[in-house]
């Protein structure tokens, strides 16, 4: 089966192999904990499977709050609590890594002339309106 962005509408179905009931705590002040727990079809727990736990929080940065979730890996809710803050705090990190890296490549990357906007129009010179390497000039096919 294809990836479910190229899926087409005759495609979808449930995966019924793979259900799982939702449940959610919090402290309403910093930590969630989605728990999913498996099912099967008629809503009976599915022993045969481990329940999934992942962390939630916000983080408030200069763009304004920043959704941060990890899953964490535990045999019970207790313990997931107790994983909770290493847990997110290995996913910012994480983040902060990937930010590091796109502004690494951006700062690396290659500005080619015919991609500079054009200079003051009619004053000639090396960067645009007349000649030299200046972009931003019509150009016809």
């Known amino acids: ?16 192999k793979n259900l799982y009931r939702e449940e959610i705590y919090t402290d309403l002040k910093i930590a969630t904990m989605r728990v999913l727990i498996p099912v099967k ?3 009976s727990l599915d022993t045969s499977r481990s329940p999934l736990y992942m962390g939630q929080t916000q983080l408030m940065s200069q763009a304004g709050p920043l959704p941060v979730s990890c899953p964490i890996e535990a045999s019970n809710l207790e313990e997931a609590l ?24 951006e700062s690396s990357r290659i500005v080619v002339p ?24 019509i150009i016809s096919s």
């Open 114 to 137: 015919s991609m500079m906007p054009a200079g003051p129009p009619g004053r000639g010179g090396n960067f645009g309106g007349g000649g030299g390497f200046g972009g931003g000039g």
């Open 41 to 43: 079809t008629d809503g």
């Open 82 to 105: 107790a994983k909770f803050p290493e847990a997110i705090q290995q996913a910012v990190e994480q983040l902060l890594d990937e930010v590091r890296e796109l502004q690494r490549r």
């Open 1 to 16: 089966m294809s990836s479910p962005e190229h899926m087409a509408l005759s495609e979808i179905a449930v995966d019924t």
